[in-house]
């Protein structure tokens, strides 16, 4: 298979000042960006460059958002491992395409965004229909995170954090859990929503206890159906 048919390539980019997440996570991310801008006076120390980086926790509370932020930042292209087309029935054939994917990311030093991390980095149990081949898969992709370029940048995402294998998750060196956004948080996110709007669209009445996606889905819903109401009122007229 083609590595162009294994990647997605985003061009649809985010800046990391508009990422809303808690303090402590936007520290360990603000701290990964800031080693590349310094990455030279570092490894005059020969201090290494952290760039496998491991997001967990609720979805939609923004992971791929982050990851998208982070390639604009640091400049580079960012490519997303489609899944759906790299898992074979056979898992040699998911391994070499693994490797394809990865050598193109370590050749253009771009950034290298894992969605449903739990698919190929699944723990190596005993309830596996074929433990032998699901340990060469995840012993592949071991190799791959050990031979990753400084250069370039490895992330990770999953929902599932407990089934991931533990000799996986140590080559993570930033760890990073999304939780749900509290009110306050939400409340932000919402007035960014309704801020290019008009007003007359912005009467949108806000759900919490939900994550960011939810809340998206959920007010351009309403405002679609705001703008609808009034184009079929006017039809009246």
């Keep these: 298979m083609n590595v162009y048919d294994l990647i997605i390539t985003d061009k649809k980019q985010m800046d990391w000042d508009n990422v809303l997440m808690d303090v402590q996570n936007r520290e360990s991310i603000n701290q990964l960006l800031k080693e590349y801008k310094y990455a030279e006076q570092l490894m005059s120390f020969d201090l290494p460059i952290n760039n496998k980086i491991l ?45 394809k994917v990865f050598d193109k990311v370590k050749y253009e030093n ?19 229909k074929d433990v032998g081949e699901m340990r060469r898969l ?13 250069k370039s940048v490895l992330i990770a995402a ?19 859990e999304y939780r749900m956004p509290n009110k306050k948080e939400l409340n932000k996110y919402y007035d960014l929503l309704l801020l290019r709007f008009p007003d007359n669209l912005r009467k949108v009445q806000r759900k919490y206890k939900i994550s960011y996606a939810e ?23």
């Design 55 to 99: 997001l967990h926790g609720s979805s939609g509370c923004g992971k791929t958002t982050t990851a998208k932020a982070i390639a604009k930042a640091l400049g580079k292209n960012l490519y997303i491992l489609d899944l759906s087309n790299i898992i074979s029935s056979r898992i040699g054939e998911t391994s070499q395409n693994l490797r």
């Design 158 to 176: 999953t929902n599932q954090l407990e089934i991931i294998d533990k000799a996986v998750i140590r080559r993570f060196q930033c760890i990073i």
């Design 110 to 128: 771009a950034v290298l965004f894992l969605d449903e991390f739990d698919q190929i980095g699944k723990m190596r149990g005993k309830d596996d």
């Design 138 to 150: 995840v012993n592949t992709l071991i190799q791959l995170i050990d031979y990753f370029p400084e």
């Design 215 to 237: 809340a998206k889905d959920y007010t351009y819903t309403i405002i679609k159906s705001i703008v609808i109401k009034e184009i079929e009122n006017n039809y009246k007229l």
